[in-house]
């Protein structure tokens, strides 16, 4: 099955530094992958995603790469802020187009933005 | 946007008691909704993939008859942890899909005692 791995498991950043994300995957059949932000106490929250038919997105300061041939993508938050203090999950799936797939969560990664 | 509730948000209970917790899709019909457990600090681990009109399909590892799933409409599914004991103390979390994103509800926190 789908193996995700995540890196670092915890990153400091001065705020309106950038913060990058790093995610492996082992499962060249995977399509989707989109990253979610969990604040403490609460279910995931969708922040950005990506298909495998393109190799970046962005959504204002908020940017994910994604590299087929090497299985790894990336989130990149730029001109960070308090509020991006959060535990941030990578996943893949082979999805289809109804959200129907399994997940295969990263380990996450806890972000502190430091004032 | 896609809106999934849980209920309760919290539940303490005995040890040996069943617990039932509701996932529901508030504006959209969801055909597949998914389970999760959480342990403080760790990822996400799917426990089960709820279909609406037939049986879930349990992940390796998770027993059937200790987790219920039943997903008896396409709004509502939901998830009874039978004779709870300490161990299944965790953050019990929902997901259901729609037009190939999954949304998230809040989670349950169940503690037994």
């Known amino acids: 099955g789908e193996n995700v791995e995540q890196h670092p498991s915890t990153l400091s950043v001065q705020e309106g530094d950038s913060a990058v994300i790093k995610c492996t995957y082992s499962?060249?059949?995977?399509?989707?992958f989109p990253w979610y932000k969990q604040e403490l106490g609460k279910g995931p929250q969708l922040i950005i995603d990506i298909r495998s038919n393109v190799g970046e997105k962005k959504d204002q300061r908020i940017a994910v790469t994604l590299n087929k041939t090497a299985k790894h993508f990336s989130l990149h938050i730029t001109e960070t802020q308090p509020e991006d203090s959060a535990v941030y999950f990578c996943a893949a799936s082979i999805g289809g187009n109804f959200g129907n797939e399994k997940l295969t969560f990263g380990t996450g990664t806890r972000l502190t933005i430091i004032p | 946007g896609a809106v999934v509730s849980q209920h309760p948000s919290r539940v303490i209970c005995k040890s040996g008691t069943s617990v039932k917790i509701e996932c529901r899709s508030l504006?959209?019909?969801?055909?597949?909704m998914f389970w999760y457990r959480q342990f403080p600090k760790k990822s996400l681990m799917l426990m089960a993939t709820?279909?609406?009109?037939?049986?879930?399909?349990?992940e390796q590892g998770v027993e059937k008859d200790k987790f219920l799933i039943n997903h008896a409409s396409l709004t509502l599914s939901t998830l009874t942890v039978t004779s709870a004991h300490p161990e299944d103390s965790s953050f019990y979390i929902c997901?259901?899909?729609?037009?190939?994103?999954?949304?998230f509800g809040p989670g349950t926190r169940l503690t037994v005692l």
């Open positions: 709820s279909n609406e009109g037939s049986k879930a399909t349990y």
């Open positions: 504006d959209f019909q969801a055909t597949t």
């Open positions: 997901s259901a899909g729609l037009k190939g994103e999954q949304f």
């Open positions: 499962d060249s059949a995977s399509n989707y």
